[in-house]
């Protein structure tokens, strides 16, 4: 499932980023590139930069002589994160696993992380990982989605789904946000030789602009589609369903909440 969850590829990345991301994952983009923004680093590693949320953040608060490299393990995510920058901005992107990265020691100030540790089959390695690259007293900031309780629209989108395969559900909104354990998070990046550990929660409140596109985000925008279409559904179908789903019983707004964590390097 792991495996899976993880495969951003074909159509999907134009459809998570023109109806997740404005739903979604601007606010949190905003937050966490502020936040790596205040101890004004020279160097910048971002992992599963996407369609490139955070790196068009994290570039336009960071200055201009900061370098900033964006990776991915999917490549063609990265393809449309590249359209949002221009050939003078200081900026590179490359195709990197999150668990081996192809970096030197010391090699970055701070690591940024939206949305992308859930996803990584190895979680200790890939801190671990990010210790290695980062300089002394460089900051690891990431974020992760709190429960299903606190994110209605993913148990929402999840059991509209599921009743179409009541043999078989999709099971695709189980991991981005089933890795939320403040204890299991703080333990695992000590272990990795962390020095410092902050959790905090942050909280938004998002307009829902059109519950038809957010829907479609939610089925055509991550590996739910794949999910749904190997199982013989039809994605249109299922879209319509979430659709009316979400304005039954979220109107036009939602909660959002996630967890923020910066790990500093001793």
């Known amino acids: 499932m792991s495996e899976q969850a993880s495969r951003f590829v074909d159509s999907i990345p134009g459809y998570y980023e023109r109806f997740l991301g404005p739903h979604l994952f601007r606010e949190f983009a905003d937050d966490i590139a502020s936040r790596a923004a205040r101890a004004q680093p020279e160097s910048v590693l971002e992992l599963a930069a996407g369609t490139g949320i955070v790196s068009r953040c994290l570039r336009d608060v960071m200055p201009p002589a900061c370098t900033l490299t964006a990776t991915d393990l999917n490549s063609p995510m990265l393809e449309l994160a590249r359209t949002k920058f221009d050939s003078h901005e200081n900026i590179q992107f490359r195709t990197a696993d999150a668990c081996d990265l192809p970096f030197d020691d010391d090699s970055f100030d701070a690591v940024v992380c939206q949305f992308g540790v859930m996803f990584f089959p190895d979680k200790l390695r890939s801190y671990e990982e990010v210790l290695r690259v980062l300089t002394p007293g460089g900051r690891y900031l990431l974020n992760v989605w709190r429960s299903w309780e606190a994110n209605p629209f993913a148990r929402i989108a999840h059991e509209t789904v599921a009743r179409f395969f009541p043999a078989d ?79 039954r019983e979220l109107g036009d707004s939602m909660p959002l909440e996630a967890l923020v964590i910066e790990a500093e390097k001793a």
């Open 169 to 247: 559900p999709p099971g695709f909104y189980k991991v981005p946000f089933g890795y939320n354990d403040e204890s299991e998070i703080e333990h695992s990046l000590l272990s990795a030789g962390f020095g410092r550990v902050d959790i905090r929660s942050v909280k938004h409140s998002a307009d829902i602009i059109s519950a038809a596109d957010f829907a479609t985000g939610l089925v055509f925008g991550n590996p739910l589609y794949e999910e749904v279409t190997t199982r013989g559904g039809d994605p249109d179908d299922i879209r319509s369903a979430v659709a009316a789903s979400i304005e």
